[in-house]
C-alpha cells in the first residue's frame, strides 16, 4: 500500500487531477492481472464465458474524459491486454475487447499483435488467423503488414507450411496489406520446407521488382533449401550473386553451405569454404568446427575429427557437448567404443560433465562390440556418480543387456527405470522382446508383447517385424501368419524386415512356393519394402534344398537385374549346392568367373572385386578371360580420375 500511495500522490500533482481512489483502483488491478498464472488455452476456451464477474473493475473508468480521439483509460485497457496475453488469459481478453467496442474506443494495432502472438504461444493457430479478419469488419481497425507479418510467423513458427502459403495468397491477393521484406522471407521459408524450391527461387527473383530487395536472411533461408534437396551449387552461386548485390555474407551463411558440402560428403570444397570464409572477414565459430567435425565423421576420418577438435581450442573457440558427442559417436560407429571411453575419462578429469548422449552412445556401442564387461562399468559409475539417467540411457541398457543374452537382467532394469517415473518407450519393449527371442524364450517375448499393449505404447511396424521374425524363428508359422494378419488389419505395411521374416519361416517348413508368393508381391511395395540380399538368400537356399538350381539361377539372375548386389552367403549357397546336389558335383570356379563377368557387365565393379577377392580367398583363381573383363571395368578413365581426386581429398581433407 506504500507503494500505491506514493506513487498516486506523484501522478495526481504532475499530470492530471484525478481522483486517488481511481488511481488505487487502477494500480491494484494491473498488479493483480499481472499475477495471473499462465492457463492452458484448452481450459481456457472451456470455461464458462457468462461468468459475472468481469476482469475489469468498473470503478477504473469513471469520470474518464476524452481528450481528442484519446480516452483516458486507454493505455490502462493496453496495459490489460499486455498482462491478459502474456497469461494467455483469452477469456479475459474476450472481455477487454468487448468492453473497448461498447465504449467506442480506438483498437491500436499494437494490441492486436500482442494477441496474435498469445495465440501462437498457446498453439491456436486457428484463432489467430481469425482474429486478424475480424480486425477490421468488427473493430475498425484497419491492418498493416506488421499485423499480417506477426499472424503469417505464427503459422509458420507452428509448421502450418501450406496454410501459411494459402493465408499469403488470400490476403496479398486482394490487396488487403502490401508485403515486405519480412514477409516475402517467411514464404519463402515455407516454400523450401514444402520442396517447392523452384517457386521459392521465382518469387526470390521478383522481389526487386515488388521494391523489396532480398536481405541476409532471404539469401540464408533459400541455400538452406537448396541444400536439403542437394541442389549445393546452385547455393555456392548464390553466395557470389548476394556479394555482387550488395548483400555481404556472415558467418551463418557460409555456416549453412558448409553443412551442405558436409553433408554430401564433399570435404574438400568445405574446407576451402571455411578459407573463402575467413578471407572474407567472418571467424569460424563453433557451429563452424561442430559441422566440420561431423562431415569428417561421417567420412570415417576420426583422426583428422580430434585434430581439428585440438585446433578448435587454439583457436580460443571451446568445443561443446556436440563436439565431443559427433566425436564420440564416430568412435562408436567405427567400432573404437574402448577409445570413446578414455575420452570420456579425459573430458571428466578436466572437469567436463558427461550428458545422456555420451553414455547412450558409449554403452550402445561397447555391448554391439561384445564388451559386455566395460558396459556394465560404465553404468556402475552411472549410479555411483548420482547421475539420473534418463529414458535413452535406460533403453541403451536394456538393450545391450538383451543382446548379450540376458534379458531378465534388462526386464529387472526396466522396472527400475518404472520406478524412476520414467516410462518405457517402444524401443525399450522391442528390445526385450528381440533378447527372450535370442535366447529361444518365444512365451516371454509374447508377455512383453502383451503388456507393451496393456501399457498402450505404440505397436509399430518394427514391433510387428520383430515378433514375425521371433516366432519364424521358433518354426511357429501359425502365429506368425497370426501377427501378420493382425498387423495388415490395422493398417501397417509391412517392411523388408517382416516379408523376409515370413519368408523364412515359409521356406524353413519347406513350402517354397508359398515364400516366392510373398516375394512376388514385395516387389510390388514401396522402396523400402522391397527384397535385400538377405531375402534372395533365403530364397536361394529354398530352391536349391529343393533341387531346383537352374530357379535358383533365374533368380540370380533377377537380382542382379533389379541392382541388387550378391554377397559371400550367396556365393556359399550356390556353391554348396553345385558341390551337393549336382552330378558329378563341380567346384563352381565357373559359376563364380561368369558371376563375375556379369557384374562387370552392368558396371557392379565394387561387387564383382569382392567376389575375385572370395574366389582368391576359397583358392579359386579366376580364369584369363575374367581377369581381363575385370581390368578394363577399373581401368576406364573416369574411374582412375575418381580414384586419384578420391586419394588426394584423403591426404589433404
Known sequence: MPVCDSASKKLSSEFFPISLKFINFSLRCLHSISSISPQKASETEEENVSDPESPISEEIFKGSPKLGSYKMGDATFYSLIESCANSCDFRSLEKIFSRMKRERRVFKEKSFILVFKAYGKAGLIEKAVTSFHRMEDEFGCRPTVRSFNSVLNVIVRSGQFSWALEFYSDVVGINKVVPNVLTFNLIINAMCNLGFLDRAIQLFREMPTKKCPPDLFTYCTLMDGLCKQDRIDEAVSLLDEMQVDGCFPSSVTFNVLINGLCKKGDMDRAVKMVNNMVFKGCVPNEVTYNTLIHGLCLKGKLDKAVSLCEQMVLNKCHPNDVTYGTIIDGLVKQGRAVEGVRLLTSLEERGHQPNEYFYSSLLSGLFKEGLSEEALKIWKDIIEKGFKPNSVVYSAFIDGLCRDGKPDNAEDIMSAMISAG????????????????????????????????????????????????????????????????HMLGRGYRPDAIAYTSLIHG????????????????????????????????????????????????????????????????????????????????????????????????????????????????????????????????????????????????????
Open 422 to 485: 520414467l516410462t518405457p518407450n517402444t524401443f525399450t519393449y522391442c528390445s526385450l522382446m528381440k533378447g527372450y527371442f535370442r535366447i529361444g524364450n518365444g512365451h516371454k517375448a509374447l508377455l512383453v508383447w502383451k503388456e507393451m499393449a496393456s501399457k498402450d505404447c505404440i505397436q509399430n511396424v518394427v514391433c510387428y517385424s520383430i515378433l514375425i521374425h521371433g516366432l519364424c524363428g521358433e518354426g511357429k508359422l501359425r502365429k506368425a501368419l497370426m501377427v501378420w494378419m
Open 506 to 653: 515359409f521356406c524353413k517348413a519347406g513350402l517354397v512356393e508359398r515364400g516366392l508368393k510373398i516375394y512376388n508381391e514385395m516387389l510390388c511395395q514401396e522402396v523400402v519394402s522391397q527384397p535385400d540380399v538377405i531375402t534372395y538368400n533365403i530364397l536361394f537356399n529354398g530352391l536349391c534344398d529343393q533341387n531346383s538350381i537352374s530357379r535358383a539361377i533365374d533368380l540370380l539372375n533377377h537380382m542382379l537385374d533389379r541392382g541388387c548386389d550378391p554377397d559371400e552367403c550367396t556365393c556359399d549357397i550356390f556353391l554348396k549346392a553345385l558341390r551337393e546336389k549336382l552330378n558329378p558335383p563341380r567346384d563352381g570356379q565357373e559359376f563364380l568367373d561368369e558371376l563375375v563377368v556379369r557384374l562387370c557387365k552392368r558396371q557392379r565393379g565394387l561387387a564383382a572385386s569382392k567376389i575375385v577377392e572370395l574366389m582368391l580367398l576359397k583358392c579359386m583363381p579366376p580364369k584369363g578371360s575374367t581377369w581381363e573383363v575385370v581390368l578394363q571395368n577399373c581401368c576406364r578413365r573416369k574411374k582412375i580420375i575418381a580414384a586419384i581426386q578420391a586419394c588426394q581429398n584423403s591426404i589433404f581433407c
